[in-house]
């Protein structure tokens, strides 16, 4: 099932005009605090109206001013996960969950109830209350509620903004089998490169009410010239397979036959997965190296060179394994004679390679 939003609105500030088509999976609209991110998202869900605008879930319109469409959010057949998961705190989770499904409509196909339970892992919290569960819990039962009630389309509005990197590390593999294992489109809203970067099957990003990029998260974060967060937020995202876990605690990945080292995964052998690659953790050299520390050094060829405002620029690397971004000083960009075509080499540290960077 697809998504296909137009919308256009008058804000302070700024003007909303945005239009993108989603394809099935998970869509991450991305953008810095005050990019429109939150405004799409409350037009999609009903929540207020535009100017002008159409939206439609598979062949579901939700909204088409032209035609005098603006189904209210109850008719929506939307999924909504907010920052906070707002669980019944009365009720049990088995009836929360059941409170979604009272909201499925009868000639609608539901989602099973023990699929659901099994896919997010919380059978063993059925008869407790909110109260006595973790953040990230109470996120995956706020999900598994959404889901339950056979949405058309499921919102995730920044899901991960009020958690800790602990409970943020323990959400991110469910909402990687939400994206993979439902047919439903997920909208989900984010300011997070790692999570971009391992949710993503496609990314719409935003600045001041307008779409900038559109597409896979390798092609948006890989562009050398795309800093939503600053220079500092600059990684590409490589594709990789689990070729051997090994007993020092390291997992070597096959990326598109060039060897990757990194501390051990929790994918099994064989399995797909994205490595985000942060620019300030590689490190360029002109010839190859030797007797250092580092495991990955890959051969590569400079794509671009893309100065920023202060000290650093940031240089676009083709390898074997794809393209790999290198945040380095424009001191040594003068040095090195870093330019298009310049053969060198990309040098990364195992450990620097975080597990949120990581992901199935």
């Known amino acids: 099932m697809s998504l296909s939003v137009s919308l256009r609105h008058s804000l302070p500030g700024f003007d909303l005009d945005v ?19 939150t405004s799409v998202i409350e037009a999609v869900a009903g929540l207020s109206r535009p100017d002008g605008g159409r939206v439609v879930a598979g062949n579901h319109v939700l909204l088409d001013t032209k035609r005098g469409i603006c189904l209210p959010p109850h008719k929506r057949r939307l999924g909504y996960v907010f920052q906070e998961a707002r669980l019944f705190p009365h009720l049990t989770v088995r009836q929360n969950l059941a409170y979604g499904q009272w909201f499925a409509p009868k000639s609608a196909a539901r989602e099973d109830l023990g699929r659901v339970v099994e896919m997010l892992g919380i059978s063993h919290l059925l008869a407790r209350r909110p109260a006595r569960l973790s953040g990230g819990e109470k996120q995956r039962v706020a ?6 009630a056979a949405p058309k389309l499921i919102l995730a509005d920044e899901p991960l903004a009020a958690l800790d990197e602990a409970r943020k590390a323990e959400i991110l593999p469910y909402f990687e089998r939400l994206r993979d294992e439902s047919p439903v489109p997920i909208l989900y809203v984010s300011h997070s490169a790692t999570e971009v970067a391992r949710l993503a099957t496609t990314v719409v990003a935003l600045e001041t ?8 998260a390798t092609e948006v974060l890989g562009d050398p010239a795309f800093r939503p967060g600053g220079v500092r937020g600059v990684g590409a995202v490589l594709e990789a397979r689990v070729l051997v876990h090994h007993d020092d ?28 690659i942060a620019g300030q953790e590689v490190t360029l050299a002109l010839s190859k190296p030797e007797g250092i520390s580092a495991l990955n050094v890959l051969p590569a060829t400079v794509q671009e060179v893309s100065p920023g405002a202060g000290p650093s620029a940031v240089v676009a690397l083709q390898t074997q394994a794809g393209r790999v971004l290198a945040r380095v000083t424009k001191r040594s960009v003068a040095a090195m004679g870093l330019a298009p075509g310049l053969a060198c080499y990309a040098i990364v540290k195992s450990v620097a390679i975080a597990p949120s960077d990581v992901g199935g």
């Open 143 to 148: 999900i598994g509620r959404a889901l339950l």
């Open 19 to 37: 239009a993108f088509d989603a394809p099935p999976g998970l869509t991450v609209l991305f953008g810095a605090s005050g990019s429109g991110k």
């Open 209 to 216: 009410g307008k779409v900038t990029r559109q597409g896979t």
């Open 249 to 276: 605690g390291l997992s070597e990945l096959d990326a598109n036959g060039a060897r990757l080292l990194l501390p051990r995964v929790p994918q099994d052998v064989g399995q797909p997965l994205r490595v985000r």
